[in-house]
């Protein structure tokens, strides 16, 4: 009997998540389609929050799919909605705020309601970074 996926990344060590995040500098397909398995995975094992925040900073690098694209804003805004995320949550949010910044903020808003304090605190950071006054300044200035 093999293990399941997520399963199978709950024993992937420090050193083993790390090697896989790196596959990422160099566009390895195959490592995007498992990256973006693992950052959609509720493993909770040593050094797991910050592989999959460095994942997801890696991620904004590399060319999605839609279907991919779909996938990671989906995963990632119900874990805000529900309140299931762990340490580095932020770059999660930030790779959702990539992928869809309007779909995004529109989930932060929702998540404002929540009863759970920690679901509202995230959420209002997530809609103070999706607002369009958050918005980086041009970088070409006016013509």
């Not at 293990?3 to 709950?10: I, K, R, V, W």
């Not at 490592?31 to 493993?43: E, G, M, Q």
């Not at 779909?103 to 998540?111: C, E, F, M, P």
């Amino acid at each position: 009997m093999s293990l399941q996926p997520h399963a199978a990344f709950g024993l992937l060590s420090k050193q083993e998540l790390r090697a896989l995040a790196d596959r990422l500098l160099v566009q390895d397909v195959l490592a995007v389609d498992r990256c973006i398995a693992f950052v959609l995975a509720d493993t909770r094992g040593l050094w797991h929050g910050r592989a999959r925040a460095m994942i997801c900073r890696r991620l904004k690098h590399c060319a999605l799919g839609s279907s991919q694209r779909a996938q990671l804003l989906s995963g990632i805004l119900e874990r805000l909605q529900t309140g299931a995320f762990a340490e580095q949550f932020k770059d999660q949010l930030r790779l959702a705020r990539y992928l869809d910044r309007s779909r995004t903020l529109a989930a932060g808003a929702r998540a404002l309601t929540s009863n759970r304090p920690h679901v509202r605190r995230y959420a209002q950071w997530t809609v103070a970074v999706c607002q369009p006054s958050s918005l980086p300044p041009s970088r070409t200035g006016p013509t």
